[in-house]
């Protein structure tokens, strides 16, 4: 009897042994599980991390893609000039294929309806076109004189920077912001797509006529290649506007037609750039970093001088003083650089002419969205202003109630 009761607590030790070892196991096995789990979110984690920075970095190249890709090819340029300067045949590719391609496009954009609205206010739309035109060029012209005469800078850049002002404004960045800061959208539709259709016309005279005269230019063989590069395109492209089959295959395919603009673009300023590195220029680090601050400086002048003039002339305006700010300021690199390019394909100087107006895009972009949230409020309380004098005016002129 005694040898079974010790039989039976031996096993019943042995079972709790056992038992304990499994729930030790079983411990051990859940602490290992939860590791894993730890580790696995850790990994999900990491992934969704990089995930998240890989689409932040996507969004500002996409955001800024043409930016990004102009330093790109300027750096390549730089590395191996000959590729753009002698490789890629740049005379034909450049200079006659891509040109002709982005005005051709550009005919198929504009939209000539919107000349019926510069008949609905005349006087606002002539400011805007005077102001950009004639006005900045004008400024931009005795400033860069003023530059020659002290020797600040070279005489190349100079006449990038009158070339630059003579250029239209903007078509989309002038409708976004203009549109973001509460301004006149019909006005920004008209005078952006007005300006740009009289660019092949006007900016090429402008141009010619401020740095023109010195020689390096023949006017009757640059006249040539902007009505067959520039004119014939653009007039082509208005044309095939017409036919209901090609514009409705141009709005469905939009989105690529503007992509390959764009890289259009970006190859002529490659070629243009690889040009310009392979002579030598007269102009060094130093000239270029004063030409980026005097392009601030001019910017914030007309900028502000355009305000002021919007204020006198457009006072219980705000929505049209908006869309003047920017209007009359900004300068297009889609159809300037072509433009550059057709009248200077020859000249060792052209990245120098162009490099100006690629200083001028960005610097516009900051400081128009600087200022939107600003503009925004001031239109916001002009409304008010002027909805409080009209409800005065009607207390004042209505009639006393007998």
């Known amino acids: 009897m005694a040898l079974n009761v010790t039989k039976e607590c031996t096993n019943t030790t042995s079972n709790s042994a056992n038992e304990a070892k499994d729930e030790t196991k ?14 696995t979110l850790q990994e999900i984690r990491q992934k969704d991390k990089v995930k998240n920075c890989f689409h932040i970095l996507m969004n500002i190249y996409f955001t800024y893609e043409f930016l990004i890709l ?3 090819v300027i750096l390549l340029a730089r590395a191996y000039p000959p590729l753009g300067a002698i490789y890629l045949a740049p005379r034909i590719t450049a200079s006659w294929i891509a040109v002709i391609f982005i005005f051709l496009l550009a005919g198929l954009s504009l939209k000539t309806e919107e000349l019926k609205k510069a008949f609905q206010n005349f006087y606002f739309n002539s400011f805007v076109q005077i102001y950009n035109f004639f006005v900045v060029s004008a400024i931009v012209f005795g400033f860069s004189r003023f530059m020659a005469f002290c020797g600040i800078l070279s005489q190349t850049l100079e006449d990038g920077m009158v070339i630059c002002s003579c250029l239209p404004m903007t078509i989309n960045m002038v409708l976004v912001l203009t549109k973001s800061a509460g301004g006149d959208e019909a006005s920004a539709i ?18 010619l006529g401020y740095i023109g005269i010195t020689g390096e230019v023949n006017i009757l063989s640059v006249f040539i290649k902007l009505v067959i590069r520039v004119v014939l395109p653009v ?15 141009v709005k469905s395919k939009k989105k690529y037609f503007k992509k390959a603009q764009m890289y259009a673009l970006v190859f002529i300023i490659y070629t243009t750039f690889c040009k310009t590195f392979s002579n030598e220029s007269e102009s060094n680090i130093i000239d270029i970093l004063l030409m980026i601050l005097f392009q601030f400086v001019l910017l914030c002048t007309v900028m502000i001088l355009a305000w002021f003039l919007l204020k006198l002339f457009f006072r219980n305006e705000p929505k049209l003083r908006v869309m003047g700010l920017f209007g009359c300021t900004h300068k297009t690199v889609a159809m300037g650089v072509p433009l550059i390019n057709a009248i200077f394909d020859d000249n060792p100087n052209l990245g120098l002419y162009t490099l100006p107006l690629l200083i001028w895009h960005p610097l516009q972009l900051v400081i128009g969205s600087f200022l939107v949230p600003r503009l925004n409020r001031f239109v916001n309380s002009e409304k008010e202003r002027l909805e409080k004098n009209m409800e005065k005016n009607e207390e004042e002129n209505g009639l006393p109630e007998l």
């Open 26 to 39: 079983e411990e051990e096995k859940d602490d290992s599980k939860d590791e894993t789990k730890d580790e």
């Open 70 to 72: 102009v330093m790109i």
């Open 190 to 207: 008209f005078n952006a797509a007005f300006g740009n259709m009289i660019v092949v016309f006007l900016s090429p005279v402008l141009i």
């Open 235 to 249: 007039c082509i492209g208005q044309i095939l506007q017409k036919i209901k089959v090609v514009s409705e295959f």
